[in-house]
């Protein structure tokens, strides 16, 4: 079946700007992840959807970042105002959620590389 | 969720069993011990997971200490495919999102 999809696949844009990245995640799946992950790192925790709502949005490094999946399925994480320091891959994903939470194997999208010139 | 130590390399010879190990002392009663891996320019991919007992899956075993201060994923027969970064990840009560360190990155010689 089809998988976690990203777009688009690279974003390249230039300080200041504003960008939109996209994720559909796994048909059904209720809980939505996004992380970021810099060069040699693992991925770092931005924030957690389920259903409509952000329940979590404690990793999102300050309020040029948000979220929204105002359907409870396809998300947008926005940027404003980008910087270099932005750039790194912006990974997205999704589980079943509910509250087995802690064992719920989550379903990566190949990420959206975004550079900051 | 408690901290994991894992190696920050290992290497293996293609066809050969591949033991990579995670120290995670502070684990809690409550932890589940995951593991993922993430393949050159993808998304991290599920491997097993588990909480007391030792698992196996198609992917690989998992084996957890009695007292669960330590683990190890078991690939049984390297292949090339599997060179990847694995993460050792503990999944507790504190929220669904996964807390990934630095993991482990694998090479496979042919």
């Known amino acids: 079946g089809a998988g976690v999809s990203q777009t688009p696949s690279n974003k390249v844009t230039e300080k200041g700007k504003y960008v939109e990245l996209r994720c559909d995640p796994i048909?059904?799946?209720?809980?939505l992840y996004w992380y970021r992950q810099s060069l040699g790192q693992g991925p770092e925790f931005l924030i957690y959807?389920?259903?409509?709502?952000?329940?979590?949005d404690s990793g999102l490094p300050n309020d040029r970042f948000f979220a929204v999946r105002p359907e409870g399925s396809v998300s947008t994480l926005k940027i404003q105002r980008t910087e270099r320091g932005d750039s790194a891959v912006y990974l997205c994903?999704?589980?079943?959620?509910?509250?087995?939470?802690?064992?719920?194997?989550?379903?990566f999208g190949p990420g959206t590389r975004l550079t900051v010139l | 969720d408690a901290k994991t130590t894992q190696p920050n390399s290992m290497e293996s010879n293609e066809e050969e069993p591949v033991h990579l190990p995670c120290n995670h002392s502070?684990?809690?009663?409550?932890?589940?011990i995951h593991w993922y891996r993430q393949l050159p320019s993808q998304g991290p991919e599920y491997v097993i997971h588990?909480?007391?007992s030792n698992v196996n899956n198609r992917m690989a075993s998992l084996a957890i200490a009695e007292d669960r201060k330590s683990s190890t994923l078991i690939l049984h027969r390297a292949t090339l495919r599997d060179a990847a970064v694995y993460y050792c990840?503990?999944?507790?009560?504190?929220?669904?999102?996964?807390?990934f360190g630095g993991g482990t990155r694998l090479m496979v010689k042919p």
């Open positions: 994903a999704s589980s079943r959620g509910g509250t087995s939470g802690r064992v719920n194997e989550q379903f």
């Open positions: 048909s059904g799946h209720t809980a």
């Open positions: 959807f389920q259903g409509t709502g952000a329940a979590d």
């Open positions: 502070t684990i809690s009663g409550t932890d589940y």
């Open positions: 588990g909480l007391t």
């Open positions: 990840i503990l999944r507790g009560n504190a929220g669904n999102m996964l807390t």
